[in-house]
């Protein structure tokens, strides 16, 4: 996720033709069994959504709606892992999209472990900025 990170944000214009594969695969890593991998995997979404935010594209609203659509498997997986992963993804997307492209946002999962609590909570301010309220 490092190296995925640094090159989105050092070589854009060799990372750039890669996106879609690499929202295609981003998902395995924000749904990993390690905290830290997911966590890494954030920051090279993070980053590759402040690469395309920066350029032109027809695919940036399909690539958002992607994330969304991958946030939304990830909440119905019911798992700790997924769920973390999925509320770190949606942080990011809000946070660089500058805008709420959806209607609604389902209710927060009812299983409550230590670090989605975590990320909950800091959506919450995320979602506040833009009106919205979580709940």
Not at 60 to 66: D, G, H, L
Request: aromatic share 10%.
């Amino acid at each position: 996720m490092l190296v995925l990170r640094e090159m989105a944000q050092n070589a854009p214009t060799l990372f750039y033709p890669y996106v879609s594969q690499f929202f295609e695969n981003i998902w395995v890593a924000l749904r990993d069994s390690k905290v830290v991998i997911r966590e890494g995997a954030a920051d090279a979404l993070r980053a590759c959504l402040e690469l395309i935010s920066q350029r032109e594209s027809q695919q940036r609203a399909p690539w958002y709606q992607n994330i969304y659509d991958e946030y939304q498997k990830g909440l119905k997986q019911n798992t700790p892992e997924s769920i973390h992963g999925s509320l770190l993804a949606i942080k990011e997307l809000l946070t660089h999209t500058g805008t709420v492209r959806w209607g609604h946002f389902p209710p927060p999962p009812h299983k409550r472990t230590p670090k989605p609590d975590l990320v909950v909570f800091s959506l919450s301010s995320s979602l506040l900025v833009f009106g919205k309220p979580l709940l």
